[in-house]
């Protein structure tokens, strides 16, 4: 019995560190409901709209000024963008589910 009950400690122990270990190092992966996923995105130019772009695949961005918007390795506005370029970016998923925050735009 002795042996039986050392080996149950031990096990409980070595269980106890494994929760403690992945409670502290965490899963940077998993997304909790006040932080937004992080996606990317690209596609032509359908229209710029005031501070929201349209590309197509169905992407909404929308743009504010801490987006940074490039082409060419240049900072541009998002109204230098024309109807029909490419473009590729990443940002912020919304609470919506389906507009983006952009980050970063980059031009083709």
């Known amino acids: 019995m002795k042996s039986l009950s050392t080996w149950g400690a031990a096990g409980l122990a070595a269980t106890f560190f494994a929760v403690v270990l992945t409670a502290a190092c965490g899963d940077d992966n998993v997304t909790s409901p006040n932080q937004a996923a992080t996606v990317s995105f690209d596609g032509k130019v359908n229209a710029v709209q005031g501070s929201h772009l349209f590309v197509s695949g169905g ?47 980059n031009a083709l």
């Open 59 to 105: 992407w909404s961005i929308d743009v504010n000024g801490g987006t940074l918007v490039v082409k060419d390795g240049q900072r541009i506005s998002l109204h230098d963008l024309q109807v029909g370029e490419r473009v590729e970016g990443r940002g912020q998923l919304e609470s919506d589910g389906q507009t983006v925050l952009a980050t970063k735009i």
